[in-house]
């Protein structure tokens, strides 16, 4: 079991950053992957960001790719979301999961393990 708690989220203004931070707690970390997606009322939840247990290899959605960095820390069982140049439209809460395969990251199925997620607004 691997218990994910996610921090950082909060209110900015557009143009501006943020960083969220995923706690785990459990497991051995460095045998998960990592992932971030994001949810707004009304809408399925939505892939942001995974990158794979030794940091190789890192996958963005179009919308936040060259503004989002994914990163990890294992030594600090924390994975990160840089979020530069964030829009109006990065509004939502971001949740962080882990995954016991690489398959599928770009998907909610692929994950085993959720956080609870953090809000994250960006206004005008």
């Known amino acids: 079991q691997v218990q994910l708690v996610e921090s950082g989220g909060g209110w900015v203004q557009a143009g501006g950053s943020l960083r969220l931070s995923c706690v785990a707690s459990?497991?051995?970390?460095?045998?998960?992957?990592m992932g971030w997606f994001r949810q707004t009322p009304g809408k399925e939840r939505e892939f942001v960001a995974a990158?794979?247990?030794?940091?190789?290899?890192?996958y963005y959605t179009n919308s936040v790719k060259g503004r989002f960095t994914i990163s990890r820390d294992n030594a600090k069982n924390t994975a990160y979301l840089q979020m530069n140049s964030l829009y109006p439209e990065d509004t939502a809460v971001y949740s962080c999961?882990?995954?016991?395969?690489?398959?599928?990251?770009?998907?909610?199925?692929?994950?085993?393990?959720w956080g609870q997620g953090t809000q994250v607004t960006v206004s005008l």
């Open positions: 999961a882990a995954a016991v395969t690489d398959y599928g990251l770009g998907h909610w199925f692929g994950y085993d393990y």
């Open positions: 990158i794979t247990w030794n940091g190789g290899n890192t």
């Open positions: 459990g497991r051995t970390f460095s045998r998960y992957a």
